[in-house]
């Protein structure tokens, strides 16, 4: 086991990370160092966690509740492209490229979420290279499987080729 001191908190963190299939290839201390880089959200049934033009600047994992992603079409109607409960994430390209978020979030229940937020991150770069680097490889894959959905989805609704 871990010899850093954690707080209630941090130690929660860190249990919620173990149960995440993300990082499963993680130690335990790998997982302490980042679970103190880390912190809850609560959200309110019916409030945003960011709206689509936010600037991107966390990620996070919903612990409890569900979250709606909801992104504007081009006649400007609102259509909900995912709901994400329990260990799904949210806003790692945010981390990323810091650029506007693509859609909003809302909470359609009561939500607690654990966050990495671009300074914990760079905090936790500045203290564990490495491990740094582990958690942007363990991102890019999500984003990766990510894309391969959305391609696929797109594939399903596109015109088939003559």
Do not use: W
């Given at each position: 086991?871990s010899a850093?001191?954690?707080?209630?908190?941090?130690e929660?963190t860190?249990?919620?990370l173990?149960?995440l299939?993300?990082?499963?290839s993680?130690d335990?201390?790998?997982?302490?160092?980042?679970?103190?880089h880390m912190?809850?959200?609560?959200?309110k049934?019916?409030?945003?966690?960011?709206l689509?033009?936010?600037?991107?600047?966390?990620?996070?994992?919903?612990?409890?509740?569900l979250?709606e992603?909801?992104?504007?079409?081009e006649?400007?109607?609102?259509?909900?492209?995912?709901?994400?409960?329990?260990g799904?994430s949210i806003?790692?390209?945010g981390l990323?490229?810091?650029?506007?978020r693509s859609a909003?979030?809302?909470?359609?229940?009561?939500?607690?979420m654990v966050?990495?937020t671009?300074?914990?991150f760079?905090?936790l770069?500045?203290?564990?290279?490495?491990?740094?680097?582990?958690?942007?490889q363990?991102?890019?894959r999500?984003l990766s499987?990510y894309?391969r959905?959305?391609?696929?989805?797109?594939?399903?609704l596109?015109?088939?080729?003559?």
């Amino acid at each position: 086991m871990s010899a850093l001191i954690l707080s209630e908190s941090e130690e929660d963190t860190r249990n919620f990370l173990l149960s995440l299939p993300i990082f499963d290839s993680l130690d335990v201390d790998e997982l302490t160092i980042l679970a103190q880089h880390m912190s809850y959200v609560h959200l309110k049934r019916g409030e945003y966690l960011f709206l689509e033009g936010d600037k991107g600047s966390f990620m996070g994992f919903v612990v409890q509740g569900l979250l709606e992603v909801v992104k504007k079409s081009e006649t400007g109607q609102s259509v909900v492209i995912a709901r994400l409960a329990k260990g799904n994430s949210i806003g790692e390209m945010g981390l990323i490229d810091k650029s506007p978020r693509s859609a909003t979030v809302i909470a359609r229940q009561p939500t607690l979420m654990v966050t990495l937020t671009d300074k914990g991150f760079d905090m936790l770069t500045d203290r564990s290279p490495i491990l740094a680097v582990k958690v942007i490889q363990k991102i890019a894959r999500l984003l990766s499987l990510y894309m391969r959905r959305t391609s696929s989805r797109l594939a399903d609704l596109m015109q088939p080729m003559v």
